[in-house]
C-alpha cells in the first residue's frame, strides 16, 4: 500500500484472539456462546427507568472532565459502606466512560515509550496491549499453580525487574482465572512496589462477584491515600451494565487530577444521563447483586463438577468472578483448540493464548449465561476433549 505507514510503534499491539474467534462464531448458527465476559441478563429495569428520568430531567449536557459530582460522591459512599475506606470523592475519584477508558487512562499516567510494566497473568489482554499502545513493554508475569490455587510468583516479579520498570499490573477477581488475591498477597504485592518505587495497579472490576463474602478484599484496605495505587472498576459486571460504558478509578490526588485533564482530550467525560443511571446502581442495587452472584455460584457448581474428573482436564476451582480456565493435557495452540471446537461442536469458547504468558494450552468458559446454555455447551466441550 503506497503512501504513508502507519505509526511503527503500533507494531506491537497485538489483535484480540478472543475477538478472533468471536469473529467466525459471528457468522455461524446455533452457536453456544461462551466465549465473552458477560450474562444474558438484561440491566435491571431500574437502572433503565433511571436513564429516562434523568434525560426528562435534562442530564443531556457537558460534565466535568472528572464526571458528576454526585456520582463520584455516590462511589466513596459505597467504598466507606463495603470496604470501610474513607475517600475524598472531589480528589481522588474519576469517572470514565467504561472500565477500558479506566486502564487506559490511568497506564497513561503513569508510562511513558520505552518504560516496562509487570502485569501478571494470565491476563485480560487489555491491559498489556494498553501498555504496548503507549509504545511501552509489558513483560507477562505467570502466576504458579499450588496445590488447588494459584499465586503470585514474587522471584519471577523480581527477577523482571529493570531501570524502567515503573507499573505492577493484577486482576483481583481474576479474569479469566476466578482467583481472588488474598490479604496478605495484596500486602506483599503492595510492599513489593513500595520497595521498588513502582505504581501498583488493581483491576477490581469483578470484586462484587466474590463467593467468599459480600466483596473481594480491595487494595484500597491497605494503602494510605498518599500510595502509588490505581484501582480501575467498572459497571459493566456488577449491574448488567456491559453496553452502556461507564467505569471510574480510584487512585492518588495527583493521578486522577491529571486523568481528569486527559480525559477532555479522549472523551471529554462519560455521558451525563448514564452517569445518572450509575447513581441509581450503587442506591439500589446490592439485591440484586446478591441474587445474581447466587445464581452464578450454581452455574459455577454445575460447570466445576462436571469437568474436574475429566481425564486431561486440570481445572482449579473459581473464587469470584465468572469463568472457568481448564487447562486440557496435550493442546499445544489453544487458538486452533477453540476454533475446531466452534467448527465441529458449535461451542464457542476463549482460547488461554488470548490471556498471554502461562494462559496457553487452557481455555476461557464464561458461566454466566443461563443453564440452557452451559448443559449442551460442557456436554458438547467434555464430547470434544474424549475424541482428542
Known amino acids: 500500500m503506497s503512501g504513508p505507514s502507519l505509526a511503527p510503534s503500533l507494531a506491537g499491539v497485538q489483535p484480540s484472539r478472543i ?4 469473529n467466525v462464531a459471528f457468522g455461524m448458527e446455533g452457536v453456544l456462546r461462551l466465549q465473552f465476559g458477560e450474562s444474558n441478563l438484561p440491566t435491571p429495569e431500574y437502572i433503565v427507568a433511571a436513564v429516562n428520568q434523568a434525560i426528562a430531567d435534562g442530564y443531556t449536557f457537558y460534565t466535568e472532565n472528572a464526571g458528576l459530582p454526585s456520582l463520584r460522591a455516590a462511589l466513596a459512599a459505597k467504598y466507606a459502606q463495603l470496604h470501610q475506606v474513607t475517600l475524598d470523592p472531589t480528589r481522588e475519584v ?11 487512562v490511568s497506564i497513561r ?3 511513558d515509550y520505552g518504560d516496562e510494566a509487570l502485569v501478571l497473568s494470565p491476563n485480560w489482554p487489555n491491559g498489556s496491549a494498553i501498555v504496548e499502545m503507549f509504545g511501552a513493554r509489558a513483560r507477562e508475569i505467570p502466576l504458579i499453580r499450588q496445590g488447588s490455587r494459584y499465586s503470585v ?10 531501570r524502567r520498570t515503573r507499573l505492577l499490573v493484577y486482576t483481583s477477581p481474576s479474569n479469566p482465572l476466578g482467583w481472588v488475591a488474598t490479604v496478605a498477597e495484596q500486602q506483599a504485592l503492595l510492599d513489593f512496589c513500595r520497595a521498588h518505587n513502582l505504581w501498583l495497579l488493581a483491576d477490581e472490576v469483578y470484586e462484587r462477584l466474590y463467593y467468599g463474602g459480600v466483596v473481594a478484599p480491595s487494595i484500597l484496605r491497605l494503602c494510605s491515600r498518599e500510595d502509588a495505587v490505581i484501582v480501575v472498576q467498572s459497571f459493566s459486571k456488577s449491574y448488567r451494565m456491559t453496553g452502556w460504558r461507564l467505569g471510574w478509578v480510584v487512585s492518588r490526588a495527583d493521578l486522577v487530577a491529571k486523568a481528569s ?3 477532555e482530550f479522549i472523551v471529554s467525560h462519560a455521558p451525563s444521563m448514564i452517569q445518572k443511571a450509575g447513581e441509581a446502581a450503587l442506591s439500589q442495587g446490592d439485591d440484586e447483586i446478591a441474587g445474581m452472584v447466587e445464581l452464578f455460584h450454581e452455574r459455577m457448581s454445575f460447570c466445576y463438577e462436571a469437568l474436574a474428573s475429566v481425564p486431561r482436564i486440570t481445572l482449579s476451582k473459581p473464587e469470584g468472578a465468572f469463568y472457568l480456565f481448564p487447562q486440557i493435557d496435550g493442546v ?7 476454533l475446531a471446537l466452534l467448527k465441529e461442536e458449535k461451542v464457542a469458547v476463549a482460547p488461554g493464548n488470548a490471556f498471554g504468558n502461562g494462559g496457553e494450552g487452557a481455555i476461557r468458559i464464561c458461566y454466566a449465561p443461563e ?5 449442551p455447551a460442557i456436554e458438547r466441550f467434555v464430547r470434544f476433549v474424549g475424541r482428542l
Open 153 to 162: 510468583d514474587f522471584d519471577a516479579l523480581a527477577a523482571a525487574l529493570t
Open 371 to 375: 443453564m440452557a446454555v452451559l448443559e
Open 332 to 338: 499445544e495452540d489453544s487458538f486452533e483448540f477453540a
Open 19 to 22: 475477538r478472533e474467534l468471536a
Open 109 to 111: 499516567c503513569v508510562i
Open 261 to 263: 485533564q486527559l480525559n
Open 94 to 104: 474519576l469517572i470514565t466512560a467504561s472500565g477500558v477508558q479506566a486502564l487506559n
